[in-house]
């Protein structure tokens, strides 16, 4: 299974953009009297807009129509884009630029696959924008990680088949979603919620085409 292409998840992988989901629906949760922490905030994690909102109104035994679940999302996803407005390039995850540029000159197709639909944005901020071969984001897929289809997607656009592809993720789902694509997964993150990772690593900044190399082989 030579490795012909690898595919990175955004948020948690690339860029710390956690927090800024964090602050964005915490200021939401206590609009609606919810109490939101950051621990909570785990669960949110690769899961979509709507989902994470669902979660939230779950911890706080909240029901609401859709018709308001719609306005919140979209009062949320205003300041949220206010944050991530303001980004720059310092925030781009160390060893991220490096590892990708080492790939790209190797020959390795670089992806990215991610639920959230701000991609574009966020890429455009941290002067990203050219760099990536493909683009599966939040405004081309319709099923969510644990989903495979970001993952394939990307593949498709890559014209790569999902067996030469890894996935570098930092949210269980999307560890799921990367093996239910057939594809090798290395965690970026923590042990305890990556478990069914192929390797976890704590960042980028361990990584580089050597070590990527071995996993091929393993
Ligand atoms: C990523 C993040 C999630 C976020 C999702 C949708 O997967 O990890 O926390 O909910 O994207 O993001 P969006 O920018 O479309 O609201
Ligand atoms: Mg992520």
Known sequence: MPIKACIFDLDGVIVDTAKYHFLAWK?????????????????LKGVSRMASLNII???????????????YATLKNTWY???????????ILPGSL????????A????????????TPLIIKQVG???????????NVVRNAKPDPEVFIIAAKMLGVLPEN???FEDAA??????????MLCIGIGSKQILKKANIIVSGLDKMNLKRLMKIDKA
């Open 57 to 71: 109104l779950e911890i706080g035994n909240v029901t609401l129509d859709e018709s308001l679940k719609e306005k």
């Open 81 to 91: 884009v206010d944050y991530i407005s303001r980004m720059t390039p310092a925030e």
């Open 98 to 105: 490096e590892f990708i540029t080492e790939l790209k000159n």
């Open 27 to 43: 200021r939401l949760a206590d609009m609606l009297k919810i109490n939101f922490t950051e621990n909570d905030n785990e669960r």
């Open 165 to 167: 592809c890894v996935v």
């Open 128 to 138: 990203m924008d050219n760099l990536f071969d493909a683009v599966a984001d939040g």
């Open 173 to 182: 789902a999307g560890v799921e979603a990367a093996l239910n694509a057939g």
């Open 107 to 118: 020959g390795i197709k670089v992806a990215l696959g991610s639920a959230s639909k701000n």
